[in-house]
């Protein structure tokens, strides 16, 4: 698969502002490669296309629904590896245990050539973050609100919770990695308190008290604060929200899901509900 089609079709809001900026850097030339295939041949016929029936209608509306489905993948998943490469880096290290984290799911859900392609990219972005020092942060804060502006909660949340298992794949997340977290979620618009449920659901912890701050509240709630709460979870992190990114990224939410409906069930039982 050539990288430009992997990146290209509608890409909608990441031809402009820092995300343009940063797809210009890592894909240069091949930027308009992946800008051809929307303007091409293949899109100009069906603009000039006569509709004399309805089959060629449905037949345009099919290919303009594919390209805008493309496109909002494509968009998630560069926002993914742009927001990826700054936290490896967040502690000065390139760890191997997240960089598999981030091939493995690159093969998964893109196949292998993806793998490479994936790489070359977040390792271009290392080079950025290298020459611009410190004010990379400023450039990572301004595409991380450039996608808040284009990207629903419920995908922002996904792309956090991306974040969080990069960061805890060496099984230790470091100071400087969870301030930077806290950092991109805030950009997005995330609450910090969802920022910390997501710490916590994957911290791997049994007890208790954890469960409770997935749900975000202290073990002094009240039962119907606790069912609030639960509902309130289970409503921002339900797979449906994420579907029309695609079956890889719902089964990843679902995941998430079944985790919440884990520390809930841990709870009610305590409490004999």
């Known amino acids: 698969m050539a ?4 990146i290209g079709g509608f890409l909608g809001f990441m031809t402009a502002g820092p995300l343009g900026a940063l797809l210009g850097f890592v894909l240069g030339s091949l930027f308009d490669g992946g800008l051809d ?3 091409g041949p293949d899109m100009d016929n069906y603009n000039n296309r006569e509709y004399d029936n309805n089959d060629a209608y449905r037949r345009y509306q099919e290919y303009r629904q594919r390209q805008t489905y493309e496109g909002q993948r494509n968009s998630f998943l560069f926002s993914l590896l742009v927001l990826a490469a700054y936290i490896i880096r967040a502690d000065g290290k390139v760890m191997h245990s997240e960089m598999e984290l981030l091939r493995n799911f690159l093969r998964q859900n893109f196949g292998e050539q993806a793998v490479t392609q994936g790489e070359d990219i977040v390792k271009k972005l290392f080079e950025r973050q290298k020459q611009e020092g410190t004010a ?35 099984g230790n997340v470091v100071q400087a990695e969870i ?3 806290r950092d991109v979620a805030a950009s997005l618009g995330i609450s910090a308190a969802d920022v910390e ?26 039962d119907d604060e606790v069912k609030a709460a639960y509902r309130q979870m289970a409503l921002k ?13 719902r089964k990843a939410a679902e995941k998430k899901f079944q985790e919440i409906n884990d520390a ?8 004999g509900l």
């Open 37 to 39: 295939m929307v303007n």
């Open 179 to 181: 301030q930077a977290l």
């Open 237 to 249: 992190h339900h797979p449906d929200r994420v579907a029309k990114l695609g079956d890889d990224v």
């Open 197 to 222: 449920s997501m710490l916590n659901l994957r911290s791997g912890k049994n007890d208790l008290e954890a469960a409770y701050k997935v749900l975000g509240i202290s073990p002094s709630a009240t």
């Open 136 to 170: 990379y942060r400023t450039t990572i804060r301004q595409a991380c609100q450039q996608i808040a502006v284009n990207m629903d909660y419920s995908q922002r949340l996904q792309l956090v919770n991306f974040l969080v298992m990069i960061a805890q794949a060496d």
């Open 3 to 6: 990288i430009g089609k992997w």
């Open 264 to 271: 809930k069930e841990k709870i009610y039982k305590a409490r």
